[in-house]
């Protein structure tokens, strides 16, 4: 089967507390137009009302507490929530939830500790002698008032802070203690990556293990998910993502499905994370992702037979999470490097029509980007795709990655959907490109046609089972039995 993931949000979806009402009503209609899961923004409150959720506050509110201006969060209350899940549920879709685990964001009280200033470029450098600061640091949640647990934060559990509240200053800034540091089992870059913003959570220490691993209990048991989506998993103690996955996994009475977030297009560092947590959980292809954008950007110039060159979906297809952009890539955002608006649906076509890697659709590619961007939705484009997806994208697969300005490939067909298969061909080229293949022998004097609707020919297979598939100058064709 040919399951299809959309990322329900982008960085811009409005503040209005209706995105999970918004939910309920499309669920089905999602469902529909050939998505099989959603995965769903951060549930947990975070720092203010119109934060997107990766500030996050208290992972015990749900948009149930008054906490941080206001009961709900960016998206809904936990009530609507639930019914939004519900509404999923109902409709046949899979609901993946967004979980935070590497840092808190604005804590409730200061306090007074002792640190030393490292460099931004490398964290391993010390740039000051031990001194005191004053950091948000202790979170007590009073508008929770100890429901679900009582469990306090203070600077003794976090290895780092980004701001001292003393001088009004920003910094990085790591908390000293017996026997503390930075975690070694982190990414590397930058020296050590454990730190990435607000207060940094630090898994050395048992009592935050427990909460955390408690946290994802009671989760689990709270929201009827069918998976986790983990945030920023290369500034995480791999060996915490490891027991954590092993213990909600256990504890759940349903199957959980994990991703993560491990936003470095290193192949290497990849398979280091994902050999220390034993290929429980799947990562996105952050390394194809950026491929589709070197594409995007240098047009004829690059050579559309290294499209996959050290991708995961390549590499280690069966823990790759395929993506063409997300809320981060978004112009603006964070790691902004959105995919030119030319090579969008052929870059559509290389995830969802192959036979590897868990393709996740943008909900800002499909529906458009709010705010000062103000990016239309590719909706079509990307709605045709699915449809092949779903009625020819199946069986074996051969490649035809012989030119640099043209690539195609076909897919075989299966009984799993009948009159399956398909050819598809990518052009990055200034002309108009084609490309022969073989599509099987059984195919002959069938005729072809291009679902995209880019290309109205109607190309009959040959004796041999062979046709020449054309394509416009950059642009993607599909074709299938008509
Ligand atoms: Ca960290």
Redesign the pocket.
């Known amino acids: 089967m040919n399951l299809t993931l959309m990322q329900y949000f982008e960085w811009h979806s409005p503040d209005d507390g209706e995105h999970w009402n918004h939910l309920s009503k499309e669920a089905g209609r999602i469902k529909e137009m050939g998505f099989d899961g959603v995965w769903l923004p951060p549930p947990t409150k975070a720092d203010h009302p119109s934060n997107p959720g990766y500030a996050v506050y208290d992972v015990y509110d749900l948009g149930e507490f008054d906490q941080k201006g206001s009961v709900r969060t960016k998206y809904g209350t936990k009530e609507q929530l639930q019914k939004a899940i519900k509404a999923c549920k109902d409709a046949g879709l899979l609901v993946y939830l967004d979980l935070v685990l ?2 808190k964001a604005g804590g409730d009280e200061k306090e007074t500790f002792q640190v030393i200033e490292v460099k931004e470029e490398d964290r391993d450098d010390e740039i000051s002698e031990p001194f005191d600061i004053e950091g948000y640091t202790r979170f007590t949640f009073p508008g929770r008032n100890g429901k679900y647990s009582d469990f306090k934060w203070n600077f003794n559990l976090f ?1 780092g802070v980004d701001y001292d509240a003393k001088e009004d200053r920003n910094g990085i800034f790591k908390i000293m203690g017996e026997g503390k540091d930075w ?1 070694d089992n ?1 990414d590397g870059e930058h020296g050590n990556y ?3 913003m607000y207060s ?2 630090n ?1 050395a220490h048992p009592e935050v293990q427990e909460e955390i691993i408690g946290w994802g209990k009671w989760l689990t048991d709270e929201l009827d998910a069918d998976g986790y989506r983990l945030d ?1 998993v290369k ?3 791999s060996n915490f993502i490891k027991r954590f996955i092993e213990e909600i996994t256990e504890h759940a009475s349903r199957d959980i499905y994990f991703f993560g977030e491990y936003w470095n297009p290193e192949l290497e560092a990849n398979e280091d994370f994902l050999e220390d947590v034993e290929f429980d959980i799947d990562l996105f292809d952050v390394k194809l992702h950026y491929n589709f954008f070197s594409a995007g950007e240098e047009k004829e110039k690059y050579d559309l037979t290294k499209i996959f060159e050290d991708s995961l979906m390549k590499e280690n297809p069966w823990n790759a999470v395929t993506f063409v952009d997300n809320h981060d890539t978004q112009p603006g955002e964070s790691l902004e490097s959105f995919v030119a608006d030319w090579f969008k649906q052929s870059a559509y076509a290389l995830i969802l029509l192959r036979e590897d890697g868990y393709p996740c659709v943008f909900y800002g590619d499909y529906y458009g980007i709010d705010g000062e961007y103000d990016i239309d939705g590719k909706k079509e484009a990307i709605d045709v795709l699915l449809t092949a997806r779903q009625h020819l994208a199946y069986g074996d697969q051969e490649d035809y990655f012989d030119h640099r300005n043209t690539i195609g490939w076909v897919r075989f067909g299966s009984e799993e959907a009948e009159n399956s298969g398909c050819a598809v061909v990518v052009s990055n080229g200034l002309e108009e490109g084609f490309k022969k293949m073989h599509v099987g022998d059984h195919r002959s004097g069938e005729v072809w046609v291009d679902y995209t609707g880019n290309r109205d020919d109607e190309i009959t297979i040959d004796e041999e089972g062979n046709a020449e598939f054309h394509v416009n100058s950059q642009s993607v064709s599909v074709y299938g039995q008509k």
């Open positions: 590497n840092h290895t975690s982190v454990d730190f990435l940094d959570i898994y920023a500034h995480i103690d």
